[in-house]
């Protein structure tokens, strides 16, 4: 029987979200991620008059869309995409026009100053090649994240996603973002 | 040592699914392929001292991973944990032993030998010693698995005069509840369904389990989260309802919920006849505290408190009010821990799941090590005349340095000082200073220059966490665990473990018959009683050793005896009443905040610990500076805008710092993060940046314990 292909995606509970940047951090560490500029984030929204005040933390990165807008946009082919769903950047064929950049609807890439290439998450693909799980998902403490792959029918994201309701990012822009946000 | 890898974690994670809480927290990943390797060890950016896996490439850390063997560290690594790695390869850290060259304070360092640092620290120690006996020294440290080294070195030197810093911190709740319990319990934030916290802002401040539990609890368990603050922090932002209370009167508020459990009989009458003493002195007690007087004091209406007390004592026994850490507030501060203690006890959440849960331990053995002779001299702090109820081994620091100032009952004239920064732990810098300057000798045992070691004669360069091997730690818990901290790389500079910097000196000192060991010895006897076979291999492979599954009601039988004065649970308290204290927690209002100033109020950050960290690169990107939190309201009145720079002015000093006005403090408050506005250059992400409290903070403490009252402090504030 021919193996199913995998389809690499991320759960977010974001209500259990506590700002915390151990994500932010590990990222950093596990992908040498120079200070000043993030793989991933936490976005922050703050509404009410006080006393009735409210904030929300939303952590976001690369979506690693089906259809990805950055692929399509790259001159060289340095943007791409796995079959297990995963957008990479091939640094030595990144021209670093920025190209992709501005097609990302998420703001999820930037300028390497080091590299001077494109760079963005890559779900840590040498964790997930070994069998580890990103590492901002492993380090989490309050546990927002799952990851896992959804073709395959008994993983926790893809029970969560067939139990739970969700919403994605911008889905109008047809990108098809694999971060699903619990409601 | 195998990682879990995620497919497994996967699979034993259908929390939110099956609605089963946490549970998922102790499943036991299965045998499966080992994917990569670590060297487990135990982290020591705060005092939760989690379990790491440490990975390493061609010697070099290269990451930091959470292991999941330690229920109580959650299988998590926060920012500071990750963030270990930068203070190894930190290039401003301490790399070798410093003698001062210049005057304290202007920085001018003459790199030395080991021997001569050594030499030259026993030679001050013993002209101390002759001129002023050995209580002339002073030996001050904060915990950490190496910290019973440097405390043995100062009573073997014949000094009483050991402080240590829980009168910074939590010395007024560990004592409230000594108290009452006999004993100081954990909370079972896993299972608990009704949480009333005040101020203990767990998801800012992370405490393993609690923070992962609680949070579990609120958003997966619809546990109910009452949260007391005059912040709104990322708790509050969670919590069900905030109450930015006023600040001080949060023992008006306790009192009513007693008040309203008692009125309406909500209490646990058979747990309070059976296991409590004085119930009866509470009732009368409690009788003027009504709801509509605490709302007078508190600001919170009488209905919610009518109401939260109904609903706490409906959810009890798995309600629980939180105790938290850092319980240096109030000069009230530890009355008001009393009267959390008494609220818990009545409602029956006494060792019940989901409510205050005695802690058990893990087993190990004990180094013996040849004892010396008791110090004779009494401590300079005066702790067994003024807070004779008050933990003598760890002394009361404020009242301490009141005695050093003034020489009396005696001259202490040489500090020793391990793992801490006094400059800025400690309220009013000022001062803090002073006591340095009438020292004829300071040193400090540390991994960065921190301001205390800017100042200091002699500088002790300790080797990371990650380049040493600590003596087995027992954590008491819930879940409870027994860790080991070993070495994961070799020390990169010319550095040593606190054990060596002490044998050093006891050798200088005519000490060294009692440091006469090794790490090695001293692991493997206390390797010896853990409860698994080959506790020492154990101990290296796997970095832990856990109980799992929390044990309940073992002391809720009859014949229990608490270990108080009656035997009992003490509700009202003889001891306190010998004392001189109130055996009751009596309610006295707060100083009124004067016209025209803010109370300034402190707080934490999860990318902080203490003073410390917020120079490490990863760390400080979140937080490059801090400001003064302003409620718009006094913002306006005084016509200031965010980055406006302020002069922030107290009575015992003044700094300036920039503003950053926001709804999410009370408008009669202020405030701003600990660990910046540093003198030490070699902090230099923070060196001069931002202010720091400790210079605004005045000097208080609670009457009982003597721990710091640090939210005393009014301030006033203009714009430059």
Redesign the interface.
Known sequence: MAKKLKRYALVL?S??C?????C???C???NEVP??VYRNRINVE?S????K????FDPEQCHHCDNPSCVRVCPTGASWQRKDGIVLVKYDDCVGCKYCIIACPYDARFHHPETHTVDKCTFCVQR?D????P?C???????VR???DLNDS????H??LA??RYRVMKPQTGNGPQLYY?L | MD?R???Q???A?????SGLGCSWLFKKPEAK?V??TGIPTTCELCPNKCSVLAMVEGGRIR????NPENPKS?D????R???A?QQVYDPDRLKQPLIRAGARGEGKWRPVSWEEAWDYTAKKLNEVKEKHGPQGTLWASTEGFQEVFFKNLGSAFGSPNIIRHPSLCLASMNLAYSMTFGTVPSFDLLNADYVIMAGANR??S?ITPD??DL??GV??RKAKLIYLDPR?T?T???ADE?Y?IAPGTDLAFILALIHVIIREERFDRAFVDGFTLGFEQVVEHVKPYTPEWAEQETGIRATDIIRIARNFAAAAPRAVFYAGRRSSWYQNDFQMRRAQAILNAIVGNWDRQGGMVPNQKVPKGEFLFMPWDEPKAPRVDEIEKNFPLAAKGDGVYLPLRENVLSGKPYPVKAWMIYKQDPLHAVPDQGKTLKMIEQMDFVAVIDIAMSDTAWYADVVFPESHYLERTDPIEVMPGIWPAAVLRQQVVKPLHDTKPCLEIVQGLAKRLGLSDYFDYTIDQWIEAEAKDLPVPNGLEHMKKHGVVAFSEPKYGATRKADHRFVTKSGKIELFSERLQEAGQDPLPKYSPPAKVPSGKFRLVLGRK??ITHAALTQL???H??NPENSLWL??ESADRLGIQTGDLLEVASSVGRVNIKALVT??IRPDCVFMLHGFGKKSPWLRAVHNVGAADAVLLETAWDKVSGNAAMHETFVKVAKV
């Open positions: 509970d209500k259990k506590i700002d915390c940047k151990a932010v951090v590990a950093k560490a596990e200070v000043g703050r009410g008059e006080y006393p005040l409210r904030t929300s997930v070994r069998g580890e799980l590492a998902v492993e380090t989490c403490p309050s546990k799952v990851f896992g008994r993983s926790p994201i029970l969560l139990t739970r619990l | 990682r890898v995620f497919l974690v996967a699979g994670s259908g929390v939110a699914i392929p994917f990569s990451k930091l991973n959470p959650r998590m690594l926060c920012a944990g990750n963030a790695i998801f800012e992370i923070t992962m949070i579990g958003m997966e709104f990322v509050a932002s969670k905030w930015p999860a990318t690169p990863w760390l990107e979140h409620h718009p709804q999410e």
